[in-house]
């Protein structure tokens, strides 16, 4: 049977969370990839000037093996969504694995299921996690069981890459590196909390199009 991979979509999603895992998990052999949403149809990401058509809904895709939830501003509101919460409880209740990029961890967190385990998110969102029961880390990638949880938005690639090695092998993913050339060499050294000068830091959390909760 092929690998049943289903990543979830929602209004205003930040559109490389979805994407990034998309390009990597694509390109494994024997697998299934949909996209799918409590209400298919029309996507818009948090910029608005991107969408993405969901063709399938929640009952269309009740069991992955598989699970990918992106984060992004809209995620407060698919928070708030039964359907959704339910749909990952049920799913997560018989996946091989059940994954996160940037945000969407707080979606996991909402359907119970970072409770006592470690996790992350966007950097901006990490304390957010506790209301959860999770212990939050800065860590890009997080693996707790079958839960695997990624920093923000570019870390789901590597997440994805992570994950691509434990479907399949570490040949394949590497391979899957290798065909999107994933070879960061980024021109500034700031892109974690860690690296990146204070008044970076605080220009990006006063920011409100960053605003996570």
Not at 59 to 70: N, Q, S
Not at 170 to 191: C, H, K, N, R, W
Request: charged residues 25%; negative net charge.
């Amino acid at each position: 049977m092929p690998i049943d991979i289903a990543i979830l979509l929602f209004d205003q999603l930040t559109a490389l969370d979805a994407v990034g895992p998309y390009e990597v998990l694509r390109g494994l052999p024997d697998s299934e990839l949909r996209v799918v949403a409590a209400d298919p149809g029309v996507k818009r990401t948090d910029h608005g000037a991107l969408a993405i058509q969901v063709e399938h809904s929640l009952a269309d895709v009740p069991a992955p093996d598989v699970i990918v939830v992106p984060g992004g501003p809209g995620e407060a509101e698919a928070r708030k969504d039964d359907r959704v919460l339910d749909w990952l409880r049920r799913a997560d209740a018989t996946s091989t694995w059940t994954t996160s990029v940037c945000t969407g961890s707080l979606l996991l967190g909402a359907a119970g299921l970072l409770q006592g385990k470690r996790a992350t998110s966007h950097w901006t969102a990490l304390d957010a996690l506790r209301q959860f029961g999770a212990e939050p880390t800065e860590e890009r990638v997080v693996v707790e069981g079958k839960i695997v949880t990624a920093a923000g938005v570019s870390s789901g690639i590597d997440m994805a890459l992570w994950l691509a090695a434990q479907l399949a092998d570490e040949t394949v993913a590497q391979a899957i590196q290798l065909a999107i050339e994933y070879d960061p060499q980024p021109p500034f050294d700031s892109g974690s909390t860690a690296k990146a000068a204070p008044e970076i830091v605080e220009l990006l959390r006063a920011d409100s199009r960053f605003a996570t909760t």
